[in-house]
């Protein structure tokens, strides 16, 4: 694995499959290099745009599924996506009564959150319309266009010489990120600053939500924890490092994701824990020597729907295919006396998503029992906004660490 902080890992590099995008420009046929992070097929409509573009008219074409490849200035670009952003979230000024009549039917938290998804998914469709070309480089053509290719090499890897179309929101995200791993997420569970910053790469989750991090960093650590544990799909290494803080002598983090991989490195580099934890490509749990541990850590994605990108995977997990395999894999995994903890939110319960005694059957089909839970009320802003589509769940939510144990 490569130790550039600056550089992900060879697999993110172009290939002879990377997909192209084709249109037709001063009457000539051109083709580029399309990015898309949820693997979108190249636009088939695309039309040149620039500053002539009326927000109302490009708002309208890009509902109808034409991309508009701009060719005017940077910063009216970005003006551009604001307004379309302002139109998209417009709530629809009439309704018919067929659709208020349904709407008042079908009130169910789990149609909520299948109608909040669906709606974001519109919104980002509409949103990615508007395209940005890139250089060879990297770098964008555009007047008034910022430097931002050391932000796309630490996304998408070394520019392979093809020039390239990206949308101007994905790009957006792309320096979002570039700028969150270089500033870090404190974790005041990590110790004092400055050394207690995680740095989350581009297309891996950040522990933006404390309080899971502090259910790990203060429920007592079984017996012979203080030698070995493991810690289950580790992505930033936020929990590995946590318990190596806590005097863990020994974490062997597992993870399967190329760039969660290259993230964990990078942060138990930076931590100066490289000679505590040891970092396996594995999916779930380690296959090598060390198959039992007193202490296996696992916080599955919380939500049992489809991922639509890479990053949403620490968030979505279809069918609850990680979440059950975990539990499945324990009883093999844990030392003898051992304690597995499982780290969950209840808000698929509060969505009618997946219930308590699904949860409870799979735990004990996987020969587990309950040892003891240990909850506390989520602290992040959706939590207390009145305004949010899931409030109704999210204000009900609460986070678990669940410690479970082989059935005696």
Partial sequence: MSSDPLVPPASFHGTQHTPIMCWI??????????????????????????????????????????????????????????????????????????????AALDQTPGAAFHRYRLAQSQRARVLSQLLIPLDSDYGIPLRRAPDHRLACVQAWGPADGQPGVVSLRELLGVVSAFEWRKKGVPIPALGPPPDNRIHPHYGVFSPVRGEYVDLVAQTPLPDGASALAFDIATGTGVLAAVLARRGVQRVIATEHDPRALACAADNFERLRLTERIELIAADLFPSAADTRAPLIVCNPPW???????????????????????????????????????????????????????????????????????????????????????????????????WRLGVHT
């Fill in 303 to 401: 939500l049992p729907a489809r991922a639509g990108s890479t990053i949403e995977r620490a968030v979505y997990d279809e069918g609850s295919r990680m979440l059950r395999a975990y539990l499945a894999g324990l009883p093999a995994h844990l030392a003898p006396g051992g304690e597995g903890w499982l780290i969950m939110s209840d808000l698929a319960e509060h969505l009618g998503l997946r219930t308590r005694d699904e949860l409870s059957t799979w735990i004990a089909a996987a020969g587990l029992q309950v040892l003891g839970r240990i909850d506390t009320q989520p602290r992040h802003p959706k939590a207390s906004d009145p305004e949010d589509p899931l409030h109704a769940a999210r204000a009900a939510e609460v986070t678990s660490l």
């Fill in 25 to 102: 420009e001063d009457d000539q046929p051109r083709a580029a290099r399309w990015f898309s992070e949820r693997a979108a097929a190249p636009p088939a409509r695309v039309e040149i745009a620039d500053d002539t573009l009326s927000a109302d008219t490009a708002y309208r074409l890009a509902c109808e599924g034409t991309a508009l490849l701009w060719r005017g200035d940077f910063h009216n670009a970005r003006q551009l996506l604001l307004a379309l952003a302002r139109r998209a979230d417009q709530l629809p000024r009439r309704k018919s009564r067929a659709g208020a009549h349904k």
